[in-house]
């Protein structure tokens, strides 16, 4: 099955912008969605398909792809930002699912 | 509002059986796919299982193939899964998923609140 991969840490400088990246084949074919997971928290969706927020997702957050490479960028970090994002994505065959191994976001 | 409650972990000796409930309300339970979803101690997120609305389609990591079975009762808007042969390595939160996919995006736009099962002898 494919794999997504993430780069396992990124830190930003409080109101500075970062960008989240996630590498995989089957993100040629399917868009990626975004998690963030606080300590002992469920994970929560943050981003999906083109470039969509769920309800109560601030604006600072957005994504975006191209080729086998999906982005989340938070523009204009907040303290409260700080946690592990995952991306997630159904793999090549479809029939499997696959998420990225975490980044941990530090905001300084 | 959508809600999903997870319940049925536990500690559990290798070898031996256990089976996770994920109870939903709020929505149409029937016209969604679900999901388990698990994350062992200080790990990253693996998926587990999906299964379709009707219960008919039913996809598992390479993991737990064979050990696993994911079902669900739509009359009784709750998710299962079967857990057999468990081993220390399935010690993880276990977390059940609405899938609210569409196109080539298959969000889970909801997720329970996590089960902890920890495979110990």
């Known amino acids: 099955s494919s794999e997504l991969t993430q780069d396992p840490a990124v830190s930003v400088a409080l109101g500075q912008t970062v960008r989240i990246t996630c590498q995989g084949d089957?993100?040629?074919?399917?868009?990626a969605s975004w998690y963030q997971q606080k300590p002992g928290q469920a994970p929560r969706l943050v981003i999906y398909?083109?470039?969509n927020r769920p309800s109560g997702i601030p604006d600072r957050f957005s994504g975006s792809s191209s080729g086998n490479t999906a982005s989340l960028t938070i523009t204009g970090a907040q303290a409260e930002d700080e946690a592990d994002y995952y991306c997630?994505?159904?793999?090549?065959?479809?029939?499997?699912?696959?998420f990225g191994g975490g980044t941990k976001l530090t905001v300084l | 509002q959508v809600q999903l409650v997870e319940s049925g972990g536990g500690v559990v000796q290798p070898g031996r059986s256990l089976r996770l409930s994920c109870a939903a309300s709020?929505?149409?339970?029937?016209?969604?796919?679900m999901h388990w979803v698990r994350q062992a101690p200080g790990k990253g997120l693996e998926w587990v299982t999906i299964?379709?609305?009707?219960?008919?389609?039913?996809y598992y990591a390479d993991s737990v193939k064979g050990r696993f079975t994911i079902s669900r009762d739509n009359s009784k808007n709750t998710l299962y899964l079967q857990m057999n042969s468990l081993r220390a390595e399935d010690t993880a939160v276990y977390y059940c998923?609405?899938?609210?996919?569409?196109?080539?995006?298959?969000?889970?736009?909801?997720w329970g609140q996590g089960m902890l099962v920890t495979v110990s002898s």
């Open positions: 398909g083109k470039n």
């Open positions: 299964i379709s609305y009707d219960g008919n389609t039913k």
């Open positions: 089957s993100l040629r074919g399917y868009y």
């Open positions: 998923a609405r899938e609210n996919g569409g196109g080539n995006s298959f969000p889970l736009d909801y």
């Open positions: 997630y994505s159904r793999d090549s065959s479809a029939n499997h699912v696959v």
């Open positions: 709020g929505f149409t339970f029937s016209t969604y796919a």
